[in-house]
Nanobody
Framework: QLQLAESGGGLAQPGGSLRLSCVASGGTLKTYPIVWYRQVPGKAREALSCIDASGETTNYADSVKGRFTTSRDNAKNTVYLQMNSLKPGDTAIYYC????????????????????WGQGTQVTVSP
């Protein structure tokens, strides 16, 4: 069974950058779209970005558009989230999850469409 593991979180200053990784084990990631989302304890999950299996289609939430970029390296079984111009409001636990193995996927940012998220990685943005 495919398992996902997030890494790369940590402490960053406002205006700084971090790159998160979502690594798959137990199978190949290359046929699945991947969504990144975050959650602050006590608040609803927020979908941030999606990349389809080919890497040709991406979609971003307005809150991160222009600051975050998702990409994938299927040879490494890894999807990335490059986060620039970080703000204190970006502090959260970040997760990745996979979508269905369809030929075409428009990358909707609806979390109910995705499954198999990992344990998450903490991102803290503070002076």
């Amino acid at each position: 069974q495919l398992q996902l593991a997030e890494s790369g979180g940590g402490l960053a200053q406002p205006g700084g950058s971090l790159r998160l990784s979502c690594v798959a084990s137990g199978g190949t990631l290359k046929t699945y779209p991947i969504v990144w989302y975050r959650q602050v304890p006590g608040k609803a999950r927020e979908a941030l970005s999606c990349i389809d299996a080919s890497g040709e289609t991406t979609n971003y939430a307005d809150s991160v558009k222009g600051r975050f970029t998702t990409s994938r390296d299927n040879a490494k079984n890894t999807v990335y989230l490059q986060m620039n111009s970080l703000k204190p409001g970006d502090t959260a636990i970040y997760y990745c999850a996979r979508g269905p193995n369809y030929t075409y996927w428009a990358c909707p940012l609806r979390l109910r469409e995705y499954t198999d998220w990992g344990q998450g990685t903490q991102v803290t943005v503070s002076p």
